[in-house]
């Protein structure tokens, strides 16, 4: 405690990066995403060249681990879900109860995977002021904490999840007149692919401390981020496409409507299979 801090990474008020001497010589490397995915803190000792890893204790790890297996595993359901709701769409608006309803299934799944990233986040365990360790807090369902970027991006993930629910809910109103389509289902799809785009980008200020250029494709988490955000851009131009005319009463492009929503899908169910692999 009461030690100054070499470095600290971040943009404006978010810090995702932090640099500080240890009491008995060396130095402690912590990093956001690190910390909360692999529950790992990089220490230098005194007179060494190499950094070696600290572990979180036996229950964060644990905890860690189920809790991303958990969050991995309803991406990748609702990924196919969304891509075989997708596939239905394509094939006519015959199907369009049996399309809605794939389409709400995978949303449970989506909902469920944003509120467990979320759950990722609040009990990841913290570094512990001026020591070179982690510290597992007592479980919590809830925080409020904004001014950290982890936490403001999987809480605007998780809202953009329960925004699309109500997309998707309101897809199975029938005899809708083409205002009340553009207000009821095509405006809260866009709202969603907002904060979905938001999460991203926070997802990236988080990875590359702040900076606006960062390509690491080393990195599997950088990898987990990129090819989510690419599915949100997806999902954007899905829902731009999906827009009803008011004159014509059709869709601006339903092709491109039912593509983007296919292929973002599947970004997601890849970004989902990537992120069984980023556990401690």
Known sequence: MGQPHQ?????????????????????AMWESRLARRRGV??????????????????VAISRLRRL??????AFVVG????AVGAAVAQRGPGDAVECASVYFAGGLFFTTGGYVSLLQVINAPRHAGGEGRLVTRPWRWWSYE????????????FAGTLVF????LDSFLSGLSVQQTDRLVWAPDVIGCVLFLVSGHLGFVEICHGRWRCVRLRSLGWCIVAVNQLGSVLFM???????????TGSMVNAGIANWGTLTGALCFFL???LQLFERP
């Open 68 to 73: 991303n297996a958990i969050a991995a595993i």
């Open 271 to 273: 970004g989902g299979l």
């Open 146 to 157: 904004p001014m950290r970027v982890d936490w403001l991006g999987t809480f605007v993930l």
């Open 165 to 168: 629910a109500v997309d998707l």
């Open 41 to 58: 803190l990089a220490v230098r000792p005194p007179g060494e060249a190499t950094t070696r890893c600290a572990r979180a204790d036996a």
């Open 237 to 247: 131009v899905s829902a731009l496409a999906a827009f009803t005319r008011p004159a």
């Open 7 to 27: 470095r600290a990474e971040g943009a404006g008020p978010f810090i995702t990066g932090l640099s500080w001497h240890l009491p008995g010589g060396g130095t």
């Open 79 to 82: 990924g196919a879900l969304f």
